[in-house]
């Protein structure tokens, strides 16, 4: 999987921990268009989550000669009580200071599909990034990992938590491939927080609209 989707995942989890920046492309304030080893790392029990209940078929149901590849802008809802930062494409929550969750979205140029890495590379690799900035005190759990296609565009559709220094992050994060273009979306509940059901419904209204 390319290295850019760690990179920018990371990113954004700096942005939670240290109050950092994201960077992106310039969205609109209420829709949006347009390593080291972790042998050692003990591994928390799955969350016991629902069944992926979206619009989107399961990649399975699709052949690649079915996939929509043209020109098109992604839109979505932001979740109520996320506010549009100065860094394009970031949102945090009303009372970031305390909650420290937050929504981002950033695209780029790519010809890689994402369908294409399995569960357990995604997995390992995700880990051993988070493990390599934070170091042995985090504790990495992928909840769910599904393939998925919006509008004829495939994509990824993931949860994840990670515990570290005894405080629990809770990630969304969803990348969808239209031929050349790659888009990230990740939500970002933060310790004690209770964003994830609007992340959900947010994360739902995800469409493309044909240029």
């Known amino acids: 999987m390319k290295k850019s989707l760690f990179i920018i995942t990371l990113l954004l989890i700096i942005a939670v921990l240290a109050c950092g920046c994201s960077t992106g492309k310039t969205v609109d304030e209420t ?3 347009g390593s080291k080893e ?3 790392i003990q591994t928390p029990e799955p969350l016991n989550l629902p069944e992926l209940v979206v619009s989107k078929k399961a990649v399975e149901e699709y052949n690649e000669a079915d996939y929509t590849f043209a020109p098109a802008e992604l839109y979505f809802d932001i979740p109520k009580g996320f506010k549009k930062t100065k860094n394009p494409g970031e949102y945090l929550s009303r ?4 909650d420290r969750s937050s929504v981002n979205y950033l695209y780029e140029h790519s010809t890689e599909d994402p ?5 357990e590379e995604f997995k390992k690799n995700q880990e051993d990034y ?6 042995d005190d985090l504790i990495f759990c992928l909840d769910q ?4 296609v919006i509008d004829g565009r495939p994509g990824l559709w993931i949860r994840y938590h990670y515990d570290f220094r005894g405080e629990t992050f809770d990630v969304l994060f969803i990348e969808l491939f239209n031929g050349d273009i790659s888009y990230y ?5 933060g310790p004690d927080a209770d964003f994830m059901d609007k992340f959900i419904e947010s994360a739902e209204t995800i469409k493309f609209k044909n240029k």
């Open 185 to 189: 979306i990740t939500y970002i509940q």
């Open 38 to 40: 972790a042998d050692n």
């Open 145 to 148: 990992y599904d393939k998925i």
């Open 115 to 119: 369908t294409k890495v399995s569960e």
């Open 31 to 33: 829709n949006i268009s």
């Open 95 to 98: 009372n970031f200071a305390k």
């Open 130 to 135: 988070l493990v390599d900035l934070f170091g």
